[in-house]
């Protein structure tokens, strides 16, 4: 039957072991495309990104195989991201395969950061094919990768395919080991429709695309379809592959992978993880679909000069568009005036949507400290989420503090163990499990969140010169003694200072804080009086001592043009300024706060 030659894979790889050279060479064995083509198209999807000033998301490609038996199968490649922050994204791609490729660079060997995305493949039940690339290079030793592919993932690497992407070498054996490895797709072309959404992206002139996997039945042109969970009914627009070009298709049937417009206007209109099904069976039940994605570090996010508030509003319309975990809604704060809370997967997730909102949309920002969601219970009852510090409740109304704990799952080479577990206890860490496999330990922590959204991962990374990987996601939430520090200018709360921490350690980053500060607010007219306090106690206190001289003094009161340029240099170094009080505080200041440790 036709499900019979339909084979859906992804590819685990670790950056640089190629990935995008060997599924180029797909492309080439299975298109028949020539070098010159294959350039054109490259350039050709590279014209359109920049045209339309968006990236083009093409994570699936469709591409037929004639194998060594003469059958032709159509080969489903899915693509996967690569960092800890976007792991969820990972599942969700090896979600619509019944198989992967572990790509190993034979010269280099297993690398952790794979071997977690391979545990999860073989927790969805995926066949996982061990292949080892760069064979070409003198200093490939497969034998000795193969056999740390079987002590640390424990999967049979004695017949994985030795190849090079590079030269060519024995590429079709990959294909021919995948089509003969990797099981066909199942389901029922004669069932009503399910289909589960993969991906949606937004594009300026189709509206939103979605990456299907259809389960059961098919779907074509015209069908009126819904979607489970937000009851909404569309007509599809049209439906079809990549191949990697967007290339329409009549139909799509049970076990293909392919994309779906249907005229839905934002993203929110076709989640991630939801079922699609006809209106004429509409009672199909939903799939299993996905954990929803929740952000797990919020930020207040505030323009530098108040004129750009529109602009900033709607440049965090447009980037949400393409972005379904990015969380924001209007803030004001005190110090920093009108902005936004922001909500990010995690501190790399920030820092990109952070990047993206100065360089594209030029705009200068200022961003208050990342916090994670706290729970709060009050002497009322009440349990109440808090993820923004200057919001908590007033202390004496609070009965509880709770904060998220992560469960965070480690696999390290047995030289690095040590480190990790420092680094680990050092973070609030408890070991719930430790295993060797093989040279590598793998571990189980519960971490408070706070603690791992922050540098964990970059932490983690340097103790272990790069080897161990993370994978971590939200357990519960647990009682722990937590209070909110403020900082206070000339007697002033600045709300966008405050932080929510653990008790213990207050007085120490009261100290720092405060030091830091210290140095970085220019000295005033008078003194400043900084100070680090818990509810009414002060914690730690410095003065910035008052300027003795006027600055405009020294231009003798004569020189006119002079002194109105020195006020004028004064007023520009304001723009990244925010008045607190009577005293200006520095964007410097603000950043300082985070990078208080
Ligand atoms: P990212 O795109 O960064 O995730 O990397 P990737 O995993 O897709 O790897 P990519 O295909 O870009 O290859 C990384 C580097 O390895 C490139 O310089 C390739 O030319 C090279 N490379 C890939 N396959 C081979 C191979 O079989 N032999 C040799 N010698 N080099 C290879």
Request: aromatic share 6%; with cysteine; glycine share 6%.
């Amino acid at each position: 039957s036709q499900l019979d030659h339909i084979r859906n894979f992804s590819i685990i790889a670790h950056i640089d072991h190629g990935k995008s050279t060997l599924s180029d060479r797909f492309i080439q064995v299975c298109g028949g495309l020539s070098d010159r083509e294959m350039q054109e198209q490259v350039l050709d999807s590279m014209d359109i990104e920049r045209e339309r000033g968006i990236t083009i998301k093409a994570q699936s490609v469709t591409l037929n195989y004639t194998a060594r038996n003469g059958e032709t199968y159509q080969l489903n490649f899915i693509d996967t991201p690569g960092h800890v922050d976007f792991s969820y994204e990972v599942s969700r791609s090896l979600s619509a395969c019944e198989g992967a490729l572990l790509v190993v660079d034979a010269a280099q060997g297993v690398e952790a950061q794979s071997v977690a995305n391979c545990y999860t493949a073989i927790e969805q039940g995926l066949e996982v094919r061990p292949v080892l690339n760069k064979m070409d290079l003198p200093q490939a030793d497969p034998d000795a990768v193969a056999q740390e592919i079987e002590d640390i993932i424990g999967i049979d690497a004695t017949d994985a395919v030795r190849c090079s992407a590079k030269s060519g070498l024995n590429v079709e054996d990959v294909l021919e080991d995948l089509v003969a490895n990797i099981p066909a797709p199942e389901g029922d072309p004669d069932a009503p429709l399910q289909a589960l959404i993969i991906d949606s992206w937004f594009d300026p002139y189709l509206g939103v695309v979605s990456l299907i996997r259809v389960k059961n039945g098919s779907i074509k042109k015209g069908d009126k379809i819904r979607l489970k969970s937000t009851g909404k009914d569309h007509i599809v627009d049209d439906v079809g592959y990549f191949t990697p070009k967007m290339t329409k298709r009549p139909e799509l049937n049970t076990g293909e992978v392919g994309y779906l417009c249907a005229s839905i206007k934002d993203i929110h209109g076709a989640p991630v993880g939801d079922t699609i099904v006809s209106t004429k069976n509409p009672d199909v039940d939903a799939l299993p679909g996905f954990q929803k994605v929740k952000p797990q570090v919020y930020a207040g996010l505030f323009p530098v000069s108040s004129d750009d508030y529109e602009a900033f509003r709607v440049a965090l319309d447009k980037l949400s568009l393409n972005d379904a975990s990015l969380f924001f809604e209007p803030e004001n704060s005190d110090a920093l005036g009108f902005g936004f809370r922001c909500g990010f997967l995690g501190m790399l997730h920030m820092e990109i949507i952070q990047e993206r909102l100065e360089r594209e949309y030029d705009l200068d920002l200022i961003t208050t400290a990342p916090t994670v969601i706290y729970e709060v219970v009050t002497r009322k009852g009440d349990v109440v989420n808090v993820d923004n510090p200057s919001k908590l409740p007033d202390i004496g109304s609070i009965d509880e503090m709770r904060e998220p704990i992560a469960e965070c799952n480690i696999l390290v080479p047995q030289e690095y163990l040590g480190n990790v577990i420092s680094l680990c206890v050092d973070k609030r860490g408890v070991q719930v499990d430790m295993q060797y496999t093989g040279s590598q330990v793998s571990l189980r922590y519960e971490i408070p969140m706070a603690e791992v959204v922050m540098d964990f991962f970059d932490r983690l990374k340097s103790a272990s010169r790069g080897f161990a990987s993370l994978d971590y996601s939200f357990l519960r939430f647990q009682e722990a003694p937590l209070v909110r520090l403020d900082v206070l200018v000339n007697g002033d709360r600045v709300d966008a200072l405050a932080v929510i921490m653990h008790k213990e350690s207050v007085r120490r980053r009261g100290n720092l804080l405060t030091e830091k500060m210290k140095e970085l607010i220019p000295r005033q007219m008078f003194d400043v009086a900084i100070q680090a306090a818990v509810g009414n106690q002060v914690v730690a206190r410095t003065t910035v001592k008052a300027l003795r001289k006027n600055v405009t003094a020294k231009c003798y009161g004569g020189d006119v043009s002079r002194k109105k340029k020195l006020l004028q240099k004064q007023k520009e170094g304001k723009k990244r300024m925010k008045q607190i009080g009577s005293v200006e505080i520095p964007q410097s200041a603000f950043l300082a706060v985070l990078k208080v440790d």
